[in-house]
């Protein structure tokens, strides 16, 4: 299954606010980022912990993702841009490729056990803030490029994993907003 674009180029969440949740990681201190994504997977594992089992594990409509696709998305997506931060920071402007776990791991996800996932989102957020709160002031203009097209900052990579985890909770709870 393939995530949608939902119509707007997403390397603008390093400036620009999102069109649709309104969240604009970009306006704030790089450092700053972390701490919102422990408080997005605490939210998370809140909203996995109260949802009912069924509405979890239902795609509402055809190339849709579940709300547990979108929270195992989110969770890997906070370990893969934690990473590609420690790389950009080792390495001079490293190439990334787009990140998309393929059929088998959509299908995996819609069978993840709930109290297992609620932890593994919350340490990977931990990790990701710990990343975050490690970089210097040099750090954040470091670069990555994804697919030899979309380039990154340290920064930028911050503010997409931290939208990533808000974004989708909205996708998954039904309150996005629509498209303004």
């Not at 998309?100 to 996800?109: I, K, L, N, R, S």
């Not at 990579?157 to 939208?163: M, R």
Request: glycine residues 8%; contains cysteine.
């Amino acid at each position: 299954m393939k995530g949608a674009s939902e119509g707007w180029d997403w390397v603008r969440i390093q400036e620009a606010a999102c069109p649709q949740c309104g969240q604009q990681p970009g306006a704030l201190l790089p450092q700053r980022l972390g701490s919102l994504a422990t408080a997005s997977a605490t939210l998370w594992g809140a909203f996995l912990n109260d949802a009912d089992d069924e509405y979890l594990r239902v795609n509402p409509a055809p190339d849709v993702w579940s709300p547990i696709q979108y929270g195992a998305h989110v969770r890997d997506m906070l370990r893969v841009f934690g990473d590609r931060i420690l790389l950009a920071v080792a390495e001079e402007n490293p190439s990334v490729a787009w990140f998309d776990p393929g059929p088998e791991g959509w299908v995996a996800y819609s069978h993840m056990a709930i109290d297992g996932l609620v932890d593994d989102l919350r340490d990977q957020a931990e990790r990701f803030a710990t990343i975050v709160g490690e970089r210097t002031a040099e750090d954040w203009s470091r670069t990555a490029m994804r697919d030899g097209v979309d380039r990154f900052t340290v920064a930028g990579l911050a503010c997409f994993g931290v939208h990533e985890a808000h974004h989708h909770l909205l996708d998954a709870t039904g309150s996005i907003r629509t498209a303004l």
